[in-house]
Each structure stands twice: as structure tokens, then as C-alpha cells.
């Protein structure tokens, strides 16, 4: 029977070789969040004053969220523009999530929300090009007004809603849910 | 436990009630029972086949000769009988409504131009071999699941269910157990598709199979490690050992959801100098668009599948060779109002009735969807030694790639958000001894063998899961004694498996690796004893293991899809089984059918165990889960009853009870499947006008409401609602009623098996606890579907 007992040898050599050839689960490829935010920034100017420029900005978003730079430091009864930006620093080079927004404006709505809700007053300046009943605001841009001194939180929320916005915020899912320290004095 | 023990009380007392008060059966439950001999030594053809040529199904002989078929219809079969060495018998018999027929022994004359006879020893399901708990479909039964994915398919057999991910993935769950609990074997190949995820389907072409079997329990000892929840065995057809072509073709179409499926089957055999060498190829389409409930479409609900497979065969009687490759590809669309960003998001969702956007009928398929490839090759070779027993060793390798795009809202990138490559390499050598004569009549049968697996895994993008390598090695042996009206049988397994997984240190950019080893023996006993030669009972108790996989030790990101953060555990142990059974067949005149109870018991059963604090990410906060343990029982009771009114008109109950608990927090576990009560009323004519195999059916499911679920409690974090237990209560009791015609119809030398079917009739909507999507929206509504079979015999080229 020695004729048929090769066939199984070479069986067996077959599936030890081949198991142990392969070695390509050796080579670990980095984690790739291609959605990743790492990065929100928000930048507010004075109106009046153009040349006070205050900054925002929360780091470590996908993972454990960086708050020490995260505090606005606005003045009383003033009116500054403001300008939010997204990065993705998981990506080299570093992707500028803002810019893709800006290219998919009818799918993307930014929702401000402080507390307490006297804090501040959020207008979105900017437009999408949905046919009507739109166009509704994006909210990349936003003019946010400050009333008397306080201190809370300005929440933001980036809402994708491919195919069903409609100018709220309750369609869709969110991309990015977030809080702002906010000081006026 | 009282109100348990209750609820199974007051189950028995029904059963016993509705079997007391029912007259009689269906023309499709005929038992058909015989005694195969060798016409030499007239002693019993120990493994020899039976094989009915028009249902293209068959049984194999027990130790003692004796074998059965169940679920003939009336009419008229052609019975192949063949053995090793012996020439094959081909015999007709007449099936009317007797619900058991016993035909006289059959002799088989021996063969000396051996080297001329074909030998096929493919008819027998390998599972036969095992005395355990099994159900099986098909024939006409497998038949008329055509068309359906094989979680589906398998959803007609009592303790069967699946878990969905929409309407387009189902995962077969057996007594509540699944994912890597369950061995699925493919054409005899342990199936390896990252089956650990619940959203991954296994990747199996129903149209492969002649044959679907079912193990229920645990069934590890032949079959390896993890089969701690059963054993689903996908069998194809045997091979044809007569010169000419064969072919078949199927062609299933269905309103809801615009499907059309679409598998041709091609086959042949040769004679003289080539006689025992046969070859199969076969395909499979598949095309699904958005599926509709009563109300709505559900966006992105489409699907695309293309299957090939090949299948080369050389036998003799002495030995066999065998080589098989398939290719599996699907595209999977997932329903795009089932897509959340963080919990926030699944709160607003769960309150909306509806879906948000709902389009109208589509076969587009966009993001988010699953693309999913898997290959398998496979080499076998068995040899039947002169003093008896056969040899049998196989080869086989797979690969799985499976891509998962998400939906994407600003990077605009082509490239998936997770990808997993897993190949897997299986070598298998079993020993199956010549049956040894005892002096009291009785004889011994068994095996031993020997198992091998390695596996390595890939991945890209996204974390889930790391890259790992892993061996595994058993030994088994298993042993039957059957005297007289009892059969007895013990198994005994030793498993092996390490893992080794390997990780990237973001700091540092190197990779580092963590190992683990564990090692099990376990042990199965079961006896079977015929009461009466209409009653049988069979009990059997088995142990099996489960080292912790790679996801549960390992598993660290977020589940977009079933809104989780979920964690694995490194320190976990392996899960350890200890199941019983205890089935009840009778097969009466009237009143037929099989009623089992069975408690299997898990130490170290691992889950997902909510975290009290959720995690918070970019999108928002998320429930977190880490993988934990604890000792859980699943007990429940298994009904199959026909009653035949005449000798056409019959009624068949199957009841799935399943009771599980978490025996270490006292409380229930989540993702439990409802009791279920599946009954069908059919009434059949052997012939009417042209027309053969000529049925009706009406069929009525009733699922009801899981009340022994977590209960859903909320608390406030952090000014965010978090709930435990689960997201949403367990969704009402519902009952479907369904309806169906089929039949034969001759075309020429042809006959065309017709069935056309309805689903959901009453287009009620419902949703069901075991749809991971059933937060959003519900499940699908009526359905008319036409399966159409047509097999093709080409002229014999001589």
C-alpha cells in the first residue's frame, strides 16, 4: 500500500509549508480612520476691531479629546465673526476636513448650541445650494454676538445629512459633537 | 427558576393535549425502512448507500444494515442501493400515504470486475455516522427554501434561528448559540469567514447543497473545538457515476425587493477506461434591490452575489481522489436609515416611526455595504484497505477578504474602512475501522483521526481586530456499539490552539505580539434504544470547549454600525460546555414526529457585558462593552409533530422553546432567540391532469414578544441619557401567514418542478428582537416568489 500512503505525506508537507511560509500578519499596518477629526478650531474676530483674533481649538477628537487649549476668552456686548475649522491629522498630509464640507455644502449643517443659552446669540452667515425649499445655512461661517459677562458652553455639532436636510438639525447623523469652554467679561 | 420550570411544564402538558386530540398526517411524512445485505456472507453492508434518484437524496446503513429515509412524498422512486465492492441494485417502489414502509432486505451481488465499478461513498451524510440531536432538509423541503441565503433556509428547522442585519444578512443560530459556536462544514471543509462578527453571513452558495444537516449541541468531538452550539453540515449532491452529461438549472424570482437568482449545474461521468472519473461545475446570480416593508422602502437594502465551483472526482474501489474549488463574491448593501453617529443619534432614530428618507425602488447599492470574497480549495483522498477500513486525508485552504465601507460624510475616499484578509489552512486525516463482529451479535464501528488548522489574519484601515497567526491540533476517536434495538456511543478529544496576535506601538512604530495556548480534553456519551419499532429514544451527553477567539480577547474600536465601543479581554478562559439531550421520535400511522428537550450548560461564557460609563469620541458618546464571563444555561424543547387528517390532507406543528439565563447575575442574556411556533396545513394529489406532485399549503408563524430579555434602564451621564440592558424593548408578538403551490410538470423527458409562493400575505408590519436593525425600521412585507427547477439530461455520448 506504500503507493497510496505518499499522496498523504505530500498532504501534510503542503499544509506545513504553507503555514508556515506566510508571514504577512508580521507587518502590522497603522490604524487609518479615513472620518477622523483630530483637530475643531474655532477662530472669532472682533468686527470692530479686526485685529483681535481669539482661538479655540480641541485636539485628540478620535481619541481622548484634548481640552486645555478649548476655552474662548470673548469680550462683553461684542459681535466677532466666527470660522470653524476640521482637521484630520491621522492623514499625512494632514486633511482638511472644512475644505471637503465646503465642496458637499447641501449635505452638511453645523449646529451652536451654548448654555446657558443668554451666553451668546449664533448666526449662521453662510449658504448651501439646496433647491427649494433651500438654500439653508452650512454654519462654516457664523457671527456670534456676546451679551453681559457669564461663563459656559458652546456646544458643536456637524450634521451630515445626504439627501434629507431641511435646515434643523434632526435629520442626519452626527460627525462631530462637541463642547467649547466659553468666558465673557 | 419556578416560573421556568412553569412555562416548560404547561409546554408539556400541551403537547401531550394537542397529541391526544389530533387525527391524522400528509403525504410527504412517508418513513421508508430497510435492512441492506451482502448477498455473499448475507451478513449487513455496514456504510453501504441508498439513494433516491429523483430527490437526489439518500441514507446510509446503520451497523446493523438497517437504514431510513424520512419525508417521502407519494409516488413512484427509483432506489439506487450500492456498497464497495458490489454491484449497484437499482430498485423501484410505489410510496402512497402510509406514513412507514418496510421493504424486504436487499442483496447485494459482489463485484469482481472491481476496477470497472464506480464506488460512491458521498450519498451518506457524514453526520449519520453521529448519534447526536440532528435535523436535515432536503429534497423537497431544501427545495423550497431555494433562493434564500442559508441562515434563511435553515430558519423551516425547529431550534433554528438567525441573527439579521437588515433583510440582506442572516447568521444561522442553533439553541441560541452562534457565531464562532457553530461549525459550518462546506462540502466536508470547517468554513472560516470572520464568523466571530454578528453582521458577517457565512459565505455558503445554498445552491451547492443537496443536503443541509444540523447538529444540535454540542458536537465537537468529531468535529473540533468551538462546536459548542452544533454542527451545520452543507452537503452537495453526489457525484454521477453513469456516462453522459447531466445538468440542472434554477431560476427564482421574487416581487419584494425585485430578486432574481439565477444557478446552472453541469455534471458528468465516464465509461470504460475513464469510468470513475466525474467533474461538476456550477454558478450562481444573485440580484437583490431595496426590499420594501408594508410602508416603505428600505434604502440601500441591495444585494449582488456570484458563485462559481468545480469539482473533480476519481474513484475506485480502492481508492479516490477528489478535488473542489469555490468561489464565493457578494456585495451586501446595508440600510442606510439604520446609520448613526453616536447615540444621540440612535435616541432620535428609535423614536421616529418611520425611516427619514425613504426613496422609492432601486437596485443601486452605495455606501455603507460589505464586499466579501471567499475561495476555498480542496484536495481529498481516501483509500479502502483490503482487510477493511478506509483511510481518508484532506487538504484544504481558504481565503476570506472581507471590506466594509461605512458611509462617508467628508473624506470623499475610495478605499474601505476596515479590510480583513484571513487565510486558513485545514489538514484532516481520519481512520474509519472495518465494523468488528462481537460474539453476541453485536458489532463495533468507530473512528479516529487527526485535525489541523492554521490560520493567519491581515487587516488595513480601521482597528477591529489585530493580525494574528494560530495553530490548532486534535486527536479524536469515536466508537459505536450497536446490539439489538440499542445503539451506544462514546467519543474522546484532545484539542490544542495557540494564537499569536500582533500589534503596532503608535509611539514607537513597533510591532510587538502577545501569545496565548490553551489545551482541553473532552468527552461525549449517547445511546439510542428503539422502545417500539414506531418509538425511539435517544439521549446523549457531550462536553466541548471554546478557546476565546481573537475578537474577544482582542476587539478594541467602534462598532459604527451597532453603536458600541467594544473592548476584548486578554485574560479571559476558554468557554466549557456541558450538554445534554433527550429526543423522542415516534412514527405512527396518523401522529409522526420528534420532540426533544435539551440543557446545555456554559462555564466561562463570554459576552458582552455593558460598562456603566459610556466613551466619548469625536461623534459624541457611545455605550462601551467589555467582553466578560459568566455561567450561563440554554434550555429548551424542540417540537416536530405531523398529523395526517387523510390520507392528503396534513398538518405539521414546529415549536422552538428556548429558555436562556445568565446563571452568575441572575438575569437574562441579550440577544436571545423568542419561542417560536412555525405550523403548516398541506394537502397534496399524487397526479392531477398533467401535472405530478401536486400541492397546496397554508402556513402560519407565530413569534412571540421576548420577555426574558435584560430590562432597558436608563440613567443620566454627564446630561446624556445612557441606557443598559439594551436600546429599546424587545418588539411585539407577530404572526405571518405564508402560502404555497407546487408541482411537477412534464416538458418532454423533462420535469419542471414549479413553486410559486407568498410571504407575509397579510403584509403585516412587524419587526423581530434578533434583526440588529430593528430599532429602525421594519421587516419586510408580502412577497410573491417563483422558484422553477429544471434538470437536463443530455444524450449519452457512446
Known amino acids: 500500500m506504500n503507493y497510496v500512503k505518499k499522496p498523504f505525506l505530500l498532504f501534510g508537507l503542503i499544509a506545513l509549508l504553507t503555514g508556515a511560509c506566510t508571514k504577512d500578519e508580521q507587518n502590522v499596518a497603522p490604524t487609518d480612520d479615513n472620518e477622523a477629526i483630530t483637530t475643531a478650531t474655532l477662530t472669532l474676530t472682533n468686527k470692530a476691531t479686526p485685529t483681535d483674533i481669539v482661538t479655540a481649538t480641541i485636539e485628540n477628537l478620535n481619541t481622548t479629546a484634548d481640552f486645555s487649549k478649548a476655552t474662548l476668552n470673548l469680550k462683553v456686548n461684542t459681535t466677532y465673526t466666527g470660522l470653524v475649522t476640521l482637521l484630520n491629522k491621522t492623514k499625512t498630509p494632514t486633511l482638511d476636513a472644512t475644505q471637503e464640507i465646503r465642496e458637499k455644502l447641501n449635505e452638511h449643517l453645523f449646529v451652536y448650541t451654548p448654555t446657558p443659552a443668554t451666553l451668546l446669540t449664533v448666526t449662521l452667515t453662510d449658504r448651501d445650494t439646496n433647491p427649494a425649499p433651500g438654500p439653508y445655512p452650512v454654519g462654516l461661517t457664523t457671527e456670534i454676538k456676546t451679551g453681559a459677562a457669564g461663563s459656559g458652553k458652546l456646544k458643536v455639532v456637524l450634521r451630515h445629512q445626504p439627501t434629507v436636510k431641511n435646515g434643523t438639525a434632526t435629520p442626519g447623523s452626527s460627525d462631530l459633537d462637541t463642547d467649547f469652554t466659553v468666558v465673557v467679561k | ?798
Not at chain 2, 458563485?307 to 478535488?323: A, Q
Request: positive net charge.
Open chain 2, 1 to 798: 427558576m419556578d416560573d421556568l420550570r412553569k412555562e416548560i411544564l404547561l409546554v408539556v402538558l400541551l403537547f401531550s393535549a394537542l397529541s391526544v386530540s389530533w387525527a391524522q398526517s400528509g403525504p410527504c411524512h412517508t418513513v421508508l425502512k430497510g435492512r441492506i445485505l451482502g448477498q455473499d456472507t448475507h451478513e449487513p453492508l455496514v456504510g453501504a448507500t441508498v439513494y433516491v434518484r429523483e430527490l437526489k437524496t439518500g441514507a446510509v446503513a446503520d451497523s446493523v444494515g438497517y437504514f431510513q429515509i424520512s419525508h417521502l412524498c407519494s409516488g413512484k422512486y427509483i432506489i439506487d442501493y450500492q456498497f464497495v465492492g458490489y454491484k449497484t441494485n437499482s430498485l423501484s417502489i410505489s410510496v402512497d400515504a402510509d406514513s412507514s414502509i418496510t421493504i424486504a432486505p436487499v442483496q447485494l451481488v459482489p463485484d469482481n470486475q472491481t476496477l470497472q465499478e464506480v464506488v460512491v461513498t458521498e450519498h451518506r451524510s457524514e453526520a449519520q455516522q453521529l448519534l447526536q440531536t440532528q435535523v436535515s432538509l432536503s429534497g423537497a423541503a431544501l427545495d423550497q427554501t431555494r433562493g434564500q441565503s442559508l441562515g434563511e433556509s435553515l430558519k423551516s428547522l425547529t431550534g433554528l434561528y438567525s441573527i439579521q442585519t437588515g433583510p440582506s444578512i442572516s447568521k444561522p443560530v442553533i439553541h441560541g448559540l452562534y457565531s464562532n459556536r457553530i461549525i459550518i462544514l462546506n462540502n466536508g471543509i470547517r468554513q472560516e469567514d470572520q464568523q466571530w462578527g454578528t453582521e458577517h453571513a457565512p459565505q455558503v452558495d445554498q445552491f451547492l447543497a443537496s443536503r443541509l444537516t444540523v447538529i444540535k449541541g454540542a458536537a465537537s468531538i468529531r468535529y473540533g473545538s468551538d462546536a459548542i452550539g452544533g454542527v451545520i453540515l452543507v452537503e452537495p449532491k453526489a457525484m454521477p457515476t453513469l456516462p453522459g452529461i447531466n445538468g440542472e438549472i434554477n431560476i427564482v424570482g421574487a416581487t419584494n425587493g425585485g430578486l432574481g437568482v439565477a444557478s446552472a449545474m453541469l455534471e458528468g461521468g465516464f465509461s470504460k477506461k475513464l469510468a470513475g472519473l466525474s467533474w461538476r461545475l456550477q454558478g450562481t446570480l444573485k440580484r437583490s434591490g431595496y426590499v420594501k416593508t408594508p410602508d416603505y422602502y428600505l434604502e440601500n437594502t441591495s444585494y449582488h452575489e456570484n458563485n462559481v465551483s468545480g469539482d473533480l472526482h476519481y474513484d475506485n474501489r480502492k481508492f479516490g481522489i477528489e478535488l473542489f474549488y469555490s468561489q464565493f463574491d457578494t456585495k451586501i448593501g446595508l440600510f442606510t436609515g439604520a446609520q448613526v453617529g453616536s447615540l444621540a443619534d440612535l435616541y432620535t432614530a428609535i423614536s421616529r416611526p418611520e425611516p427619514l428618507a425613504q426613496p422609492g425602488f432601486s437596485y443601486a447599492l452605495d455606501r455603507p455595504y460589505q464586499a466579501v470574497h471567499h475561495d476555498l480549495f480542496k484536495a481529498r483522498a481516501h483509500v479502502h484497505f483490503q482487510k477493511g477500513g478506509t483511510l481518508t486525508a484532506t487538504f484544504a485552504q481558504q481565503q476570506n477578504t472581507r471590506r466594509e465601507y461605512d458611509y462617508i460624510s467628508f473624506s470623499g475616499v475610495g478605499t474601505p474602512e476596515l479590510s480583513l484578509k484571513l487565510v486558513t489552512q485545514t489538514a484532516d486525516l481520519t481512520w474509519e475501522h472495518a465494523p468488528i463482529k462481537s460474539r453476541n451479535a453485536g458489532q463495533w464501528s468507530g473512528s479516529a483521526g487527526f485535525n489541523g488548522i492554521t490560520q493567519g489574519n491581515v487587516r488595513q484601515y480601521l482597528f477591529l481586530i489585530p493580525n494574528f497567526r494560530n495553530y490548532g491540533a486534535g486527536l479524536f476517536a469515536i466508537e459505536r456499539y450497536a446490539v439489538g434495538r440499542l445503539t451506544v456511543e462514546g467519543g474522546l478529544r484532545y484539542d490544542y490552539r495557540w494564537l499569536r496576535a500582533y500589534f503596532l506601538d503608535e509611539v514607537s512604530k513597533q510591532t510587538y505580539s502577545k501569545t496565548h495556548n490553551w489545551q482541553n480534553a473532552n468527552g461525549s456519551l449517547g445511546a439510542a434504544y428503539q422502545l417500539r419499532p414506531d418509538l425511539t429514544l435517544t439521549a446523549n451527553f457531550s462536553t466541548a470547549w471554546r478557546a476565546p477567539n481573537v475578537a474577544d480577547l482582542y476587539s478594541n474600536g467602534l462598532h459604527q454600525s451597532a453603536v458600541a465601543y467594544e473592548r476584548g479581554n486578554p485574560d479571559l478562559q476558554p468557554e466549557q460546555a456541558y450538554n445534554g439531550n433527550l429526543v423522542l421520535a415516534y412514527a405512527g400511522k396518523r401522529l409522526s414526529g420528534e420532540v426533544g428537550i435539551y440543557n446545555n450548560r456554559i462555564d466561562n461564557y463570554i459576552y458582552l457585558k455593558p460598562d456603566s460609563v459610556p466613551i466619548v469620541r469625536q461623534r459624541g458618546a457611545f455605550p462601551s462593552y467589555t467582553y466578560s464571563q459568566v455561567k450561563a444555561t440554554f434550555r429548551g424543547i424542540d417540537a416536530t409533530l405531523t398529523y395526517k387528517f387523510t390520507d392528503r390532507l396534513s398538518l405539521t406543528t414546529k415549536n422552538s422553546l428556548l429558555f436562556a439565563y445568565n446563571q452568575t447575575d441572575h438575569d437574562y442574556l441579550v440577544f436571545i432567540p423568542p419561542n417560536r411556533s412555525d405550523n403548516n396545513l398541506r394537502y397534496d394529489w399524487s397526479r392531477w391532469g398533467k401535472l405530478s406532485n401536486l400541492y397546496v399549503s397554508l402556513n402560519g408563524l407565530y413569534v412571540s414578544r421576548q420577555s426574558r430579555a435584560p430590562a432597558v434602564t436608563t440613567q443620566q451621564e454627564n446630561g446624556q441619557v445612557i441606557f443598559t440592558g439594551d436600546f429599546a424593548p424587545p418588539p411585539p408578538a407577530y404572526f405571518l401567514v405564508g402560502a404555497e403551490l407546487g408541482f411537477l410538470a412534464q416538458l418532454g423527458t423533462h420535469s419542471l418542478n414549479v413553486i410559486l409562493s407568498g410571504t407575509n400575505l397579510a403584509n403585516v408590519a412587524y419587526r423581530d428582537y434578533l434583526n440588529r436593525f430593528r430599532y429602525f425600521a421594519d421587516e419586510p412585507g408580502r412577497s410573491i416568489l417563483l422558484k422553477l427547477k429544471l434538470p437536463l439530461a443530455f444524450t449519452k455520448r457512446s
